[in-house]
């Protein structure tokens, strides 16, 4: 049987990837329908991310991240870079595997 994903804010289960935006807040990633997000979450930006982890906004702030991860290895630019950069690929692969891939498209 495949496990259920449940959104953060309305507790009912979310069928389709469409649907899905998942948020990094309060140190974990979590799971919300994209209404439930758009309604409650966007006011909120203090306490949560500010924009989804997935969806188009999080795939581009990915790439810029895995760019700039690799800027440091042929620049000067502090290899912190590298670090944080890695840490926002890592957060949306973790998002797609934990959450995207068990729901249909
Ligand atoms: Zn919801």
New binding site residues.
Partial sequence: MKKEIN?E??L?PIKAREELRTVWAFFKLRP??RS?YENSLKGAALFVGNQPVNGFPGNFTALAAFVLAWTPLFTDITPALSIVGSLIVLLRLYSFLRFEKQLPQ
Avoid: R
Wanted: net charge neutral.
């Fill in positions: 959104c804010s309305c009912m919300y329908h439930c």
